[in-house]
Nanobody, 119 residues
């Protein structure tokens, strides 16, 4: 059974940094696309960043230059380094793992980790 476990969320002040981790188990994910999404209160879930098995990355415009996604296939883990955090980054962050070519909702999701940025 596939399981995704996120960690690293918390509360920081504006301008601070956090690093999220998501460890996947129960499968082999080398060829899967991995990504981070977030959902703020009253808003829809939105893409933050994705990384392919070939290490190609994509970012939401709002986080470009501040966030960096990476992955370690030996550990089946994806990371999200978040710098220069802003109050508008406050949300629950979800890890997603999906087969290449499939939509995110057809993949696997973590339980979410809260990130709160205060001004």
């Amino acid at each position: 059974q596939v399981k995704l476990v996120e960690s690293g969320g918390g509360s920081v002040q504006s301008g601070g940094s956090l690093r999220l981790s998501c460890a996947a188990s129960g499968g082999v994910f080398n060829l899967y696309e991995m990504g981070w999404y977030r959902q703020a209160p009253g808003a829809q879930r939105e893409l933050v960043a994705t990384i392919t098995s070939m290490l190609s990355t994509a970012y939401a415009e709002s986080v470009k230059g501040r966030f960096t996604i990476s992955r370690d296939n030996t550990r089946n883990t994806v990371y999200l380094q978040m710098n220069s955090l802003k109050p508008e980054d406050t949300a629950v962050y979800y890890c997603n793992v999906v087969r290449v070519g499939d939509i995110p909702d057809s993949g696997y999701w973590g339980q979410g980790t809260q990130v709160t940025v205060s001004s």
